[in-house]
């Protein structure tokens, strides 16, 4: 099964969280493992454990062969890895403020292009060859489940994404460099193979950041 297209539409439990981060110390864990560590019921183990492979945080494996009862051990997939991993912030604002720093604008430019795109490239296989408002729809699924809270809504005669908090709030600072916000632009649009522009931001006193499509190609009447 191929975990990394599966989506989540609500925030991952705290207790469930718990569950990820053992697995991720304590590699391929049996129930009876779990329960030792987390002194919970089975019950409530497995309860947790369903819905994280419900969502494709993880799967069950089986263990040995032979008579009786078959036994199971449970692994992060590679989408648990991502969940459960350890932040990078740190490392993300320090690169970020070197890319800035750059005394060549063209150089820059080209960096800040070139991580747009690879960004964009990471959702782009996710996003189905479809409509713009099913791809946009995608979009805020898969920006969801990577714990950015989106939603598709209309507006301007067009589908329109809002994303209620900033993917990148430690690279915003004072919100004076504008930088990451076009990065966010050319990233959205090359995931969805649609030139898309942001219409409103939270930097300036919205309540959330609004992108929408522009140079659609016309629809014969």
Not at 35 to 47: G, H, S
Not at 148 to 155: F, H, I, N, Q, R
């Amino acid at each position: 099964m191929d975990h990394s297209a599966k989506t989540s539409d609500s925030p991952i439990r705290p207790v469930d969280q718990l569950v990820l981060d053992l697995l991720r110390r304590f590699e391929g864990l049996s129930v009876t493992d779990l329960m030792e560590r987390l002194e919970v019921t089975a019950t409530a183990i497995r309860q947790r454990l369903d819905r994280l492979e419900e969502s494709g945080f993880i799967e069950k494996r089986k263990q040995g062969v032979g008579r009786g009862r078959p036994s199971f051990k449970y692994f992060l997939t590679d989408l648990g890895w991502r969940q459960a991993g350890v932040t990078y912030s740190d490392l993300a604002i320090s690169m970020w403020t070197e890319i800035c720093s750059l005394e060549s604008e063209e150089l820059r430019a080209r960096m800040m292009a070139r991580i747009s795109d690879s960004l964009g490239g990471k959702l782009r296989d996710l996003i189905p060859d479809a409509p713009i408002g099913q791809r946009m729809e995608t979009m805020a699924e898969l920006l969801s489940n990577r714990r950015v809270p989106t939603c598709l809504t209309s507006g301007y005669g067009m589908p329109v994404l809002e994303v209620l908090a900033c993917p990148y709030p430690d690279l915003i600072g004072d919100g004076q460099d504008r930088s990451v916000c076009s990065m966010e632009t050319k990233a959205m649009s090359a995931a969805l193979g649609q030139e898309m522009e942001l219409s409103q931001c939270r930097l300036d006193g919205h309540t959330c950041c609004q992108f929408k499509p522009i140079n659609l190609p016309s629809v014969p009447n």
